[in-house]
Structure formats: C-alpha cells, structure tokens
C-alpha cells in the first residue's frame, strides 16, 4: 500500500486535534445552555447558524465581483465569496449569486473564441483537441440539475477551529448544467487497457513557483460516468467567468475539488496522480465518512474526500427570531446529498425528542438540491429548538456530534436554531 510523506505530518496534527475534539463534542451536545448562547440576529444568527464563532464572521463583509450580487467575501486574493443564506430559498441558485472558489490568485481571462480543450495523456492512444464550438457543434448535448459544493463548506463551524477558508453555509450552490459527456471526449482519444485515472488541469498558472498549480485526478470509471459533463451553460445562459467560464468539469455526487472550472486538459494515466492537491490535500482520516473510495488514492492514514454526505439547510428560520404564539412557524429548506437522492426530511421542535417529516418539494433528479417545507404549531410562550434532519435513500443521516477531521470537510450537523414563542 502507497504511503505519502504528507499522511505521517497529518496523522501527528490529527491526535492532538482529536484530544480537543473530544471536549468540543460535549459542548456542543443537545441542551438549551449551548444553544442559548447563540448570537444574536444580525451576528452569526444571520447565516441561519448560530454556532458559527464571532472571529469567522468579524471580518466579514458583502462584495460584488463583476456580473455578481454582492456575496459574503472570504478573500479577495484568491477570490473566495460565499452565497448569501437567501439565495437557498429555492432549490435553483441563480447564476449571479452561485459561490466563488480559487486556490490561486493568477485566474485566466480565457475567453470563449481561445478555449481549447486538450485530451491526452499516456494512456490514450492520441492526443485530441476540441474548440467550444467543436463541442457544441460535434457532440450530443446532456443536461444535468447537480449540486456543486466545496468539500470545506461550513468549516468556519468547527470545534475546536481548523485551517482553511472560514467558509459558513454559503459555500454551495445547485444549478441545470449543459454540456457534453467526458466519456464521448475520451472516446475520441481512445483508451489503452492500463488508464487508471483522468488528470484534470485548469487554464491558470501558479502565481509563485513554490505554489502548486491546481490539478485533481478522477477515478477513470467516475470519469467515464454518464453524468460527469464538461459544461458550457449554467441555468441556461453561457457559463459565468467566476463559474469556470468557458467551460468546466461537472461531477454529479463529488464534492466542488473535482469540477475543474476553465478546463482545458485531460490526461489519462496508468498511474495515481501524486500532486500536492491529490497526495495532500483534500484528504480525510481513512474510513471516517461513508463515501464513494478512490481506490487508486488509498493510503494510511487517509484517503482522498469524494462523495457529499447528505446534509441539510433551514432557510426560513434564523437564530434567535421571534414567532407569535398561535400562529406555526414555516420551517423550510433544502436538502441534498452524493447521488443517492433524498428520502426524508424530519423537523423536530422538542430537543430532538420527536420527529415529523416534512413536505419534499418538487424532484429534481438525485444530484439537486430537494426542497422541504413543515409548518410547526407555536402553543405556548418560551424558547423552541428547530432542527431538519435529512436523511438520503442509501440510508445515511445527519450526524448529531462534529465528526471532527482536522481539514474541515463533511460539516453535516443537524442545525440547530433557537427561536422564542412570544
Ligand atoms: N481551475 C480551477 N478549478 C476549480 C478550482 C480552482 O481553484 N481552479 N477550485 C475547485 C473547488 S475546491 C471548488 S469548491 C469549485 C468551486 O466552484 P465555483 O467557484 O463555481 O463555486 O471549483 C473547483 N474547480
Ligand atoms: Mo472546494
């Protein structure tokens, strides 16, 4: 078995963050104490979170990128921003609101008319290379409702803190992705009997010598899936700039790491990918989350994030929002998971003492986002606990406790909002 110089550095720092994660969890456990010190609207509250730490919020301030709302900046440099909680009050996030995620500063001002897509690599028996128009033209048109979110998503969350962009529940978003299918790509290509893995590579440049340029890898059967797309079109308009524009990589179930935005190479390869992106990061303690495993990228102690694990979102009811008594509180949200598609969403308003399930809005395919909707009766005055629980068709749950990883990945606690009955 393949062993990184990375995973002994990790292991270390994973010990002593699990002795702090181990208090941590008792903190946040179920119990008015915890959750009436949430924030007050306005703070963290206004993220629809409370337990989201002052420090993550303090610098915190809306920003529009060109052709963008204003969205929740992380970094300027590279450009971080995070979709404001409202823009999940449908299932379909608007083009303009959709998040942004670089790793590297220097982003490519590729325009449409220079776009060419090149695949390649030694497993392949020749080297292609497609124009945007030759894929729009040479290829049958797929079309896919995915959602696309970032492996770090709710990071800034996590107890004790970790590293990273401090990223709140914004960093998501569910969009209808056209496109044409990888697999007729690398048809064209040809594959030898040793392809193991698709190496994907984006059109920017590291901007220092010492920073590795952003290049990911895929399982070659994940890359052969019906579903993986290279998208020219988000919600029917020309993909955004800040989206990867002109094209990028959609993989339906997989966390954003992999949906290589401005894609313009693919290599197939006999052997694993061993750049810092693949090798180091983006890699969770092995057989901590059930998930797809990339087999080829196995090692001790972990293994590369894959799959999404189900996870929900309340987005009409905030932290500390007063509701009159009599009349029900609409709990509403969405939920979603890595491609096996939601079976229920249950709300509980009583510590978690009783569940009821809610409304499942329209399906939109395994991949989307599913909304859900369940009026709460509101009978007597005082604090009520709102959680939404998801639950998936393969039979996974939100957890109740952080499974605490010392990257940040897989935040998929069960909300919990304290609202007052007056
Ligand atoms: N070329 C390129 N593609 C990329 C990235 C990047 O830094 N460069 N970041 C990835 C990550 S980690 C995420 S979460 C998604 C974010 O997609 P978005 O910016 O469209 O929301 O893009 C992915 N594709
Ligand atoms: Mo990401």
């Known amino acids: 078995m393949k062993k990184y110089a990375s ?14 994660a181990a208090g ?33 919020l303090a610098e915190q301030l809306l920003y529009a990128l060109p052709g963008k709302v204003p969205l929740l900046k992380k970094t300027f440099r590279p450009p971080n921003f995070e979709t404001p909680l409202k823009y999940f009050q449908t299932a379909i996030t608007p083009n303009d609101a959709f998040f942004v995620r670089w790793h590297l500063a220097g982003i490519s001002e590729l325009k449409a008319k220079d776009y060419v897509l090149t695949v390649g690599g030694d497993s392949a028996n020749h080297e292609v290379k497609f124009t945007l128009e030759q894929l729009k033209k040479d290829f049958k048109a797929a079309e896919i409702t995915a959602v696309c979110q970032c492996s770090g998503n709710r990071r800034g969350l996590f107890q004790p803190h970790v590293a990273g962009v401090e990223w709140g529940v914004g960093a998501m978003g569910n969009a209808v992705w056209r496109g044409v299918r990888l697999r007729d790509l690398l048809a064209k290509a040809g594959l030898k009997g040793n392809a193991l ?18 290049v990911k890898s895929l399982p ?12 020219y079109e988000m919600n029917g308009k020309p993909l955004p700039h800040w989206n990867g524009g002109p094209a990028r990589l959609i993989v339906p179930g997989w966390t954003g790491t992999y949906w290589t935005k401005q894609f313009v190479s693919a290599k197939v390869v006999s052997k694993p990918e061993g750049n810092f992106w693949m090798s180091a990061a983006y890699r969770v303690p092995r057989g901590m989350f059930k998930m797809r495993h990339f087999e080829s990228q196995l090692g001790h102690p972990n293994e590369p994030i894959t799959t999404m694990v189900v996870n929900a979102l309340v987005t009409s009811v905030q932290s500390g929002q007063k509701f009159a008594r009599g009349k029900p509180i609409p709990v509403k ?45 509101t009978r007597e005055n005082g604090g009520l606990l709102v959680m939404a629980r998801a639950t998936s068709k393969g ?23 304290y609202v007052e009955v007056v």
């Open 333 to 377: 949200g969405i939920a979603w998971d890595g491609g096996a598609g939601i079976d229920r969403v249950e709300v509980s308003t009583d510590y978690g003492a009783s569940w009821h399930k809610a409304k499942l809005g329209k399906d939109l395919g395994r991949f989307s986002f599913r909304e859900f909707a369940l009026d709460v009766p």
């Open 220 to 231: 070659l059967d994940v890359a052969l899936d019906e579903n993986t797309l290279v998208a």
């Open 395 to 417: 039979g996974e749950t939100q957890t109740e406790q952080l499974v605490f990883n010392p990257a940040g990945y897989h935040h998929n606690v069960i909300q919990r909002i």
């Open 197 to 214: 893995e698709v190496v994907l590579n984006g059109a920017e440049v590291p901007p220092l010598e010492k920073t590795p340029d952003f």
């Open 24 to 56: 941590a969890g008792a903190l946040a456990a179920f119990g008015p104490g915890r959750v009436l010190a949430a924030t007050p609207l306005g703070g963290s509250g206004a993220l629809g979170l409370a337990e989201i730490p002052d420090g993550t």
């Open 7 to 20: 995973d002994m550095a990790v292991s270390k720092t994973r010990r002593r963050l699990l002795a702090g």
